[in-house]
């Protein structure tokens, strides 16, 4: 069974940028979809990016140019990469990961059967 972690979060200001890690064991993350959730304080859950396994990718309008989405196949690991950070980033960030799921499908998240446990991301002067 596919288990992720999620790494790499933390406090920092706005205009920083922050790498958040999605580290999957259990199995190889190659032929997954893989899709970062925020839960935002008082917004419901959105897909931010995420990742087909032929890296097709997707970002929501709000990070487009400044988020970048990347899989490293030998570290079994999805990355985040989160340029000039704004206030309005501040959430908990969640991976999640689904097998030849149709990218059609990447943020909507009752497709999805693995979940990380979540990290927060607190961007804040």
């Known amino acids: 069974q596919l288990q992720l972690v999620e790494s790499g979060g933390g406090l920092v200001q706005p205009g920083e940028s922050l790498t958040l890690s999605c580290t999957a064991s259990g199995s190889t993350l190659d032929d997954y979809t893989v899709v970062w959730f925020r839960e935002g304080p008082g917004k419901d859950r959105e897909g931010v990016s995420c990742?087909?396994?032929?890296?097709?990718?997707y970002y929501t309008d709000s990070v487009k140019g400044r988020f970048i989405i990347y899989r490293d196949n030998s570290k079994n690991t999805v990355y985040l990469q989160m340029n000039s950070l704004h206030t309005e980033d501040t959430a908990t960030y969640l991976c999640?990961?689904?097998?030849?799921?149709?990218?059609?499908?990447?943020?909507?998240?009752?497709?999805?059967?693995?979940w990380g446990q979540g990290i927060q991301v607190t961007v804040s002067s």
């Open positions: 990742i087909s396994s032929r890296d097709g990718t």
């Open positions: 999640a990961a689904q097998y030849k799921l149709q990218f059609s499908y990447c943020v909507s998240p009752g497709y999805y059967d693995s």
